[in-house]
């Protein structure tokens, strides 16, 4: 028998003992570490760390633009962006002088893109030609921005206030701010359904969620969905249908059905489960376990934790490309 013929029974067996998503999945997974400034870099094949990328100082949230061609990273004390090639790891540009981005999104069209400033108090809107960025409007806001929501027709900016209790609405067009409400303790994330219709807001002061009905000039709330102590960031299921919420208090992490507007499943999430990201099939959700220094895997079928990798201190964000659709 040939070497070539060898290789090739050889590959074959392997592929019948390992399953398929494994090699389906061959981009890594980042996990960004606040309190360490750097990224983890996860092979999700060995699901080991391969390696950390520094980043500026205090490091919140990161974000993968709608073209899937980079992974920003918010540098808040550092008043920069990191830019990172996802499919590789590999640095592209830092872009200085964004003035403390805690949270950032760009609207789906890619002409905009938003931060809020968590310690000073206001949104910046950018303009996007594709490489720069330049400030279009700075708006004074509630105390303490934490995070950011923007409809699918790139038109309405919402962002919550997380210690003045408060929802604010803004016009992307004339960088205007539409509306101000108050809302439960301590909002932290807000997504939109695919519909544009409602809006949810994780209530991390709470135990639950708030729904607010969007369809008319100003937001309407609804309902308090009880999903656990400490609701805090959102990850559509890629259905249309359901989104994910991580209880960090509660350490557990809730399934919401749109329609019903209410949990269909609990998943157990350890030690202060925050920002998710989930595989392309759905299988798997990926959760930073703030207060464990670990990137958890949660099999949705099983509803049962199956790994943890160890990462930086304070993981916060996490993103891949192999994903789920963010609806």
Same mark, same amino acid.
């Given at each position: 028998?040939?070497?070539?013929?060898?290789?090739?029974?050889?590959?074959?067996?392997?592929?019948?003992?390992?399953?398929?998503?494994?090699?389906?999945?061959?981009?890594?997974?980042?996990?960004?570490?606040?309190?360490?400034?750097?990224?983890?870099?996860?092979?999700?094949?060995?699901?080991?760390?391969?390696?950390?990328?520094?980043?500026? *100082?205090?490091?919140?949230?990161?974000?993968?633009?709608?073209?899937? *061609?980079?992974?920003?990273?918010?540098?808040?004390?550092?008043?920069?962006?990191?830019?990172?090639?996802?499919? %590789?790891?590999?640095?592209?540009?830092?872009?200085?002088?964004?003035?403390?981005?805690?949270?950032?999104?760009?609207?789906?069209?890619?002409?905009?893109?938003?931060?809020?400033?968590?310690?000073?108090?206001?949104?910046?809107?950018?303009? @996007?030609?594709?490489?720069?960025?330049?400030?279009? *409007?700075?708006?004074?806001?509630?105390?303490?921005?934490?995070?950011?929501?923007?409809?699918?027709?790139?038109? %309405?900016?919402?962002?919550?206030?997380?210690?003045?209790?408060?929802?604010?609405?803004?016009?992307?067009?004339?960088?205007?701010?539409?509306?101000?409400?108050?809302?439960?303790?301590?909002?932290?994330?807000?997504?939109?359904?695919?519909?544009?219709?409602?809006?949810?807001?994780?209530?991390?002061?709470?135990?639950?969620?708030?729904?607010?009905?969007?369809?008319?000039?100003?937001?309407?709330?609804?309902?308090?969905?009880?999903?656990?102590?400490?609701?805090?960031?959102?990850?559509?299921?890629?259905?249309?249908?359901?989104?994910?919420?991580?209880?960090?208090?509660?350490?557990?992490?809730? *399934?919401?059905?749109?329609?019903?507007?209410?949990?269909?499943?609990?998943?157990?999430?350890?030690?202060?489960?925050?920002?998710?990201?989930?595989?392309?099939?759905?299988?798997?959700?990926?959760?930073?376990?703030? @207060?464990?220094?670990?990137?958890?895997?949660?099999?949705?079928?099983?509803?049962?934790?199956?790994?943890?990798?160890?990462?930086?201190?304070?993981?916060?964000?996490?993103?891949?490309?192999?994903?789920?659709?963010?609806?």
């Amino acid at each position: 028998m040939t070497l070539t013929k060898i290789l090739s029974a050889w590959s074959l067996c392997l592929a019948a003992l390992v399953p398929l998503g494994v090699f389906a999945q061959a981009n890594p997974i980042f996990v960004l570490n606040s309190l360490e400034a750097n990224i983890s870099v996860i092979d999700p094949v060995s699901w080991t760390e391969t390696r950390r990328i520094p980043t500026g *100082k205090e490091p919140h949230h990161m974000y993968l633009t709608p073209d899937e *061609k980079s992974l920003v990273i918010a540098n808040a004390l550092s008043d920069s962006l990191l830019f990172v090639n996802p499919k %590789t790891a590999e640095v592209q540009r830092t872009v200085q002088g964004i003035l403390d981005p805690y949270q950032l999104r760009f609207s789906p069209d890619m002409k905009w893109f938003v931060t809020v400033a968590n310690r000073l108090n206001h949104v910046d809107i950018y303009r @996007w030609d594709g490489a720069n960025l330049t400030l279009a *409007k700075r708006i004074a806001t509630g105390k303490t921005p934490s995070h950011l929501w923007i409809d699918s027709k790139s038109s %309405t900016v919402y962002a919550t206030m997380q210690d003045s209790d408060e929802l604010v609405m803004i016009d992307l067009a004339t960088q205007t701010l539409k509306w101000r409400g108050k809302t439960g303790t301590m909002p932290a994330d807000v997504f939109g359904t695919p519909d544009d219709k409602f809006l949810l807001i994780g209530l991390t002061g709470g135990e639950g969620v708030e729904v607010y009905d969007v369809t008319g000039h100003e937001p309407k709330f609804v309902k308090l969905i009880k999903t656990g102590q400490g609701a805090h960031a959102f990850r559509g299921a890629g259905d249309k249908r359901h989104v994910f919420v991580s209880n960090r208090v509660a350490n557990t992490i809730s *399934k919401i059905d749109y329609q019903s507007m209410s949990v269909v499943e609990n998943y157990p999430a350890p030690s202060g489960p925050d920002c998710m990201d989930l595989s392309a099939d759905g299988h798997f959700i990926y959760v930073a376990s703030r @207060w464990a220094k670990k990137l958890t895997v949660i099999d949705t079928r099983t509803r049962q934790v199956v790994r943890q990798i160890n990462v930086g201190k304070s993981p916060h964000g996490v993103w891949t490309l192999d994903h789920a659709a963010r609806q």
